[in-house]
């Protein structure tokens, strides 16, 4: 697919996983040496993940120089980082939250229900569980913490509520929801083969959308942005973009939506799309 852009290049937004960092959570200094190039070039930076801001911060926070906006949940939430300003957040109903809950318990799913905090601290990033369930290795307290009345109350309004598992069993999940729920809510997936998410949001919720925000906000169009990303909760972000980038490893959903293909996050792909870019605008 060969779209490209109508006019120059002005904003980059880049996913975390699998596309910014590998395994490891480290930004390699190749990508790092792009980054500061393409800030130093003038184009606004934006972090576009499915993290929570608790998550997403520690990513942000390796950049040579700090990235002007961080989209997160999924692109629930984003915030103008120089400034610390919420600039939108989108939320799940209680209500609604309590019916996936329970959907997911009688499925004999796990269930995590997330805290929609826009700052970096622990007292705002909640996550809660059902103490009757298993839970996965990541669950690791304080942050994760057991709630007994997670079917019938909670003690915030949520941004998301997740689920996670084998890649086959999640991607039957997320068809039985998606079948199952109303037009209230967002089904979003992403993961691993391992640790495969099924993830919903209040309706509308997604990276695009929060991409179009910012760009909004930036006064640009979204044939003046250019994303990267490697996983089915990009699709949306690359279609939207004037030049949309797939990791080498993506998902054929994902590649198949894309502009461009670049190299493997172990192979610094996010480094050879930026240098690509700045060699076509020089």
């Known amino acids: 697919m060969q779209r490209g852009p109508s006019s120059k290049i002005r904003a980059l937004f880049l996913d975390i996983d699998g596309t910014l960092v590998g395994a490891d959570n480290q930004i390699s200094a190749a990508v790092q040496r792009a980054v500061t190039k393409a800030q130093e070039r003038g184009l606004w930076i934006g972090l576009c993940t499915g993290r929570t801001r608790y998550t997403a911060e520690p990513v942000a926070a390796q950049l040579w120089r700090p990235p002007d906006y961080l989209i997160v949940s999924n692109g629930a939430i984003a915030i103008e980082t120089p400034t610390e ?18 959907i997911l318990i009688d499925a004999g799913e796990q269930v995590y229900i997330y805290e929609p905090a826009f700052r970096p601290l622990l007292e705002e990033s909640r996550v809660l569980y059902h103490p009757a369930r298993p839970v996965g290795a990541f669950a690791t307290p304080p942050r994760y913490q057991p709630y007994a009345s997670l079917l019938s109350e909670l003690p915030f309004t949520p941004v998301s509520v997740a689920s996670f598992g084998p890649q086959q069993e999640m991607q039957a999940l997320v068809k039985a929801m998606r079948e199952s729920l109303s037009e209230d809510f967002s089904v979003i997936q992403s993961g691993t083969h391992a640790l495969w998410g099924v993830e919903i949001f209040a309706a509308g919720v997604n990276k695009r959308s929060g991409a179009e925000m910012v760009a909004r906000r930036l006064g640009i ?62």
């Open 85 to 102: 300003t919420l600039l939108h957040r989108r939320l799940l109903e209680p209500a609604l939250a309590l019916e996936v809950a329970r």
């Open 221 to 282: 169009s979204s044939q003046e942005c250019m994303a990267i990303g490697d996983h089915m909760n990009d699709i949306e972000l690359l279609e939207w973009a004037g030049i949309g980038v797939a990791m080498a490893d993506a998902p054929a959903e994902v590649q198949a939506v894309a502009d461009w293909i670049t190299a493997s996050v172990e192979e610094d792909g996010v480094a050879e799309a930026i240098e690509r870019l700045l060699t076509m605008a020089a």
